[in-house]
């Protein structure tokens, strides 16, 4: 497990590129066989990485956490990403299709990710954060997140919000994770941006053709930066730091926050003709 941790407004403003993607990008989270973790510490969140071609991987513990197992202290959201999988919690089993979700609570012991078949293997992406609370293990399909349809051709960001565990979905003591899937031809994400002081969210993004990039905007909203990403590359965003993109092609995107609150409107609104 990788461990990052956490760098001031002032550090970030003076930052090169490459300091920038040593900070916040997340590259190679998807290996063969293999979980990949990166803790970092806004908000002590572990972004992490599953694609189980051959062999079934675990959910295994890290010294760094201090823990008899990864989930005694915490919480889980997995979203697949790729084709079929099945997700095995403490003996229970759950079919994840592409855009399913699983949480799974504190206190659950042992965790298993493994791919129907190995030819269009799945591709689990993970959130995890502290938790004081157990919460019922729970899958969620697409077609259950309430999907609402956002933005406009016009404005290139036309795009359809699913939203899995938050309030009035999985209930978990602080994760909050969704997805968004951008139409044909629209490619600007998360437009009118935002900021929320009171939660990190962290970006992951996928079905980006391997040819194509995405410009990930971070930083003060009068002082943005950019990060190009390729496909299943995440950014963690600190919590004051505005978060959108924009795409050579469309795409879909994972995010997940954790923090003071849950609320997912929760958002400081910016206008688009106030960044800079
Ligand atoms: O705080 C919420 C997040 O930034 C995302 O849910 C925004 C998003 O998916 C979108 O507008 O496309
Ligand atoms: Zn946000």
Redesign the pocket.
């Known amino acids: 497990m990788e461990i990052r941790f956490e760098h001031s407004k002032k550090e970030v403003s003076r930052m090169t590129t490459e300091e920038l993607r040593e900070a916040f990008l997340v590259e190679n989270l998807m290996q063969a066989d293999k979980l990949t973790t990166v803790y970092s510490h806004y908000d002590r969140t572990i972004v992490g990485g599953v694609k189980p071609v051959n062999a079934e991987v675990t959910l295994d513990n890290h010294p760094e956490l201090r823990a008899e197992y990864f989930l005694e202290r915490r919480e889980i959201g997995i979203i697949n990403v790729g084709g079929s999988g099945v997700v095995v919690a403490d003996g229970v089993t759950y079919n994840v299709e592409k855009m399913s979700c699983v949480y799974l609570g504190k206190g659950t012991k042992d965790v298993s990710f493994k791919s129907v078949d190995p030819a269009n293997s799945a591709v689990y992406y993970l959130l995890s954060n502290p938790a004081h609370a157990n919460y019922p293990n729970r899958l969620m399909t697409k077609e259950e997140a309430a999907p609402v349809q956002?933005g406009d051709i016009t404005t290139s960001n036309k795009?359809t919000?699913y939203k899995y565990i938050h309030l009035e979905g999985i209930r978990s003591c602080q994760l909050v994770m969704?997805l968004?899937v951008l139409e044909t031809g629209s490619v600007w994400?998360?437009?009118p941006p935002?900021t929320?002081t009171r939660?990190t969210?962290v970006y992951f993004y996928f079905d980006l053709p391997e040819n194509q990039r995405l410009f990930h905007f971070m930083g003060e909203p009068q002082a943005t930066k950019s990060i190009v990403l390729q496909n299943h590359d995440a950014a963690i965003s600190p919590p004051w730091s505005v978060?959108f993109g924009c795409g050579t092609s469309n795409y879909a995107?994972i995010?997940g926050?954790a923090g003071e609150n849950q609320v997912?409107t929760d958002?400081d609104p910016l206008a688009v003709v106030d960044i800079k």
């Open positions: 956002l795009r919000i969704g968004t994400n998360s437009i935002h929320h939660r969210e978060h995107f995010w926050m997912y958002m």
